[in-house]
């Protein structure tokens, strides 16, 4: 029952925003009492604590498998894009307000995330792209690794890019492609139009 709750928690707010999805719409999706939630999770911060913690623990884990499958830096970004695509396809922008305007806590554990577990992961691939040649020597690893920190979750803002709009997948796919050529050296570009048109025949197919 505590992982239909959450999968149905997740689903509601990834879809409506946090602070708009009850606790009583949650049950009557569920087709349960209020009361059975209740005996999972001792409140609204909680679940949405869970729910938030399950979804970093799969995006860990994808991260993870894409590093393993990637066959260069480049590759592993285009990776990164199809996750991303999967993620943001019908993700309300609100959710990152509402986290961090009526959940500090759980906030606060996505921001440990994104500095701790998201930097070393961007951080791993800038120097394997280096390594092999694929980016550029003189990048300063550090402040590019912060960067794309940074801009990974600009789209989100919705006073630059008001969601009436803009889409925020196309602007995390510019922002990406934008950074990716920043620090790809000239004869890396070859492989990324390559990887761009293998996805623009999958998104066609």
């Keep these: 029952m505590r992982e239909r709750i959450l999968g149905k928690a997740h689903e509601l707010f990834h ?10 719409e949650i049950a009557s999706q569920l087709g349960i009492s209020k009361k059975t939630i209740y005996l999972s999770f001792a409140d609204k911060d909680e679940l949405v604590d869970a729910t938030l913690e399950q979804h970093l623990n799969s995006s860990r884990s994808r991260c993870e498998r894409d590093r393993l499958q990637a066959k260069n830096a480049i590759h592993e ?16 922008p609100a959710v990152f307000y509402d986290l961090e305007k ?10 440990r995330h994104r500095h701790d577990f998201l930097y070393q992961v961007v951080k791993n691939n800038i120097e394997w792209g280096i390594q092999d040649g694929l980016y550029r020597e003189d990048v300063d690893v550090d ?3 912060k960067i794309r920190l940074e801009t990974m979750f600009l789209p989100f803002n919705p006073i630059i890019f008001p969601v009436s709009k803009y889409s925020i997948l196309d ?3 510019t922002t990406i492609e934008l950074f990716l050529y920043g620090v790809a050296t000239a004869k ?9 048109q293998q996805r623009l025949k999958q998104d066609i197919q």
Excluded: C
């Design 171 to 173: 602007v995390e796919k």
């Design 102 to 111: 009526y959940h500090p806590k759980t906030f606060a554990k996505l921001t």
């Design 143 to 145: 402040v590019a690794t």
């Design 77 to 92: 970004i285009f990776l990164t894009m199809d996750m991303l695509q999967e993620l943001l396809a019908n993700m309300n």
């Design 15 to 24: 879809r409506y925003g946090i602070r708009s999805v009850t606790m009583d």
């Design 188 to 196: 890396a570009h070859k492989m990324i139009q390559k990887y761009k």
